[in-house]
Nanobody, 112 residues
């Protein structure tokens, strides 16, 4: 599975942005797809995930109600300056394993 993230950019506080994660072939082997982010000087953190079959979603408390994940997009609404980070999409083939497949990051910047 190969992933390619895109759609980052500059967004004003309160604005919206949509990130994309394109998956290559063999998507039938994906258990779930997730987004992570890493802000400057901070650890990488989980943002949201969606199971490939069934579409069950999970969100970090910090983005719940503002971000919406689908199998292709991460919709970011009511963006805050603290959402500034490099965003990565990732996939795994089993719920019991770590995320082994990662796309390159896409930078989202929301000035304070």
């Amino acid at each position: 599975v190969q992933l390619q993230a895109s759609g980052g950019g500059l967004v004003q506080a309160g604005g919206s942005l949509r990130l994309s994660c394109a998956a290559s072939v063999r998507t039938f082997s994906i258990y779930d797809l997730a987004w992570f982010r890493q802000a400057p000087g901070k650890e990488r953190e989980f943002v949201a995930a969606i199971t490939w079959v069934g579409g069950s979603t999970t969100y970090a408390d910090s983005v719940k109600g503002r971000f919406t994940i689908s199998r292709v997009f991460l919709r970011m609404d009511s963006v805050k300056p603290e959402d500034t980070a490099v965003y990565y999409c990732a996939a795994r083939t089993r719920s019991t394993e770590e995320y082994l497949y990662w796309g390159q990051g896409t930078l989202v910047t929301s000035p304070a």
